[in-house]
């Protein structure tokens, strides 16, 4: 019966509220290393991030799902200033850690690094969010880790009203989520990502979790080759050459995704949706679905 059982998460919770998938720092220093190098993130997905975010006169960003802190190290080289949150603090002693050697340059000095949650995330943060961000960005698939622990997505809808409580009349949402709806039609997810330059990864086995005849669960088994990573990114937590760690995620609905975010940011808002950063139009089937939510600037 043991083999029958499905774990769906790494042992571990966050400090409060939301769980921890990176918890046992495996996932985490696997994760660094597949993400970790800001040198391999494909240019086209820094191009799309920055390029948008000065269009719009973004300069202070929240980021809501930094990990290890490579979105939130590019922003700050750009120029923007940073607040990074995340739930878990394995994943954070990364971010920690590059704040701290590099604290003599003035925007990481002034980097605010905070562990936090998105179901409490406003009243965590208050004190931080002021008038509001110019910009919340979700980015990586992240949001999929919230998982709809109560079959009605009360959970999920939290997170995205505080993400809307964070962002200034006129600012900017950006979020992202895998093409689930792909994944659950064919069963597979492509192992090349569009965000990082993902030459470790080996294979991506898929697993969809139905309960009631509907899909609740998609669990991806990442096996990542490490072999040539640098050895100042390993870790003795790290013994053979092919890593294997397993994360599960919430198979969002792009249909439904859209409603989620009207709902939170009120009929006024505009929203558009790009796929793998390019026009729908222009990509038969994209492996990400990129939202860029406007909040109305109509204070009622």
């Known amino acids: 019966m043991a083999e029958n059982t499905i774990t769906t998460r790494s042992l571990g919770i966050a400090s409060e509220g ?71 603090d394995k994943m954070l002693k990364y971010a920690l850690k590059e704040r701290w050697n590099r604290r ?92 990082y330059n993902s030459q470790h990864t080996t294979d991506i086995k898929t697993s969809v979790l139905y309960v009631a005849g509907r899909p609740a669960l998609v669990t991806l088994d990442y096996l990542i080759d490490i072999s040539s990573a640098d050895d100042d990114k390993r870790d003795t937590i790290i013994e053979d050459s092919i890593s294997e760690f397993r994360l599960s995620y919430y198979p969002h609905r792009l249909r439904v995704f859209k409603e989620m975010l009207r709902k939170a940011f009120g009929e006024n808002a505009t929203s558009k949706i790009y796929g793998d950063f390019k026009e729908l139009d222009d990509i038969e089937v994209p492996n990400f679905y990129i939202h860029v939510v406007e909040k109305s600037s109509t204070i009622f």
């Open 18 to 88: 939301v769980k921890d998938q990176y918890a046992d720092g495996k996932a985490a220093k696997v994760w660094q290393i597949f993400i970790g190098d800001k040198k391999s993130r494909t240019q086209n997905y820094k191009n799309f991030l920055v390029g948008l975010l000065k269009k719009h006169g973004c300069k202070r960003i929240l980021d809501v799902a930094c990990g290890t802190g490579i979105d939130s190290i590019m922003l700050l080289e750009e120029g923007f200033e940073v607040v990074s949150i995340d739930a878990s």
């Open 104 to 195: 003599r340059e003035e925007s990481f000095d002034k980097w605010i690094i905070e562990e936090a949650n998105w179901i409490t995330l406003y009243d965590d943060i208050e004190d931080l969010v002021g008038n509001g961000f110019d910009a919340v960005i979700c980015l990586g698939n992240s949001f999929a880790h919230l998982l709809d622990n109560f079959g009605d997505q009360r959970e999920q809808m939290q997170a995205l009203r505080n993400f809307e409580k964070c962002v200034k009349p006129g600012g900017l949402l950006l979020i992202d989520h895998r093409n689930y709806d792909d994944i659950m039609d064919t069963g597979k997810t492509a192992t090349k990502c569009i965000y």
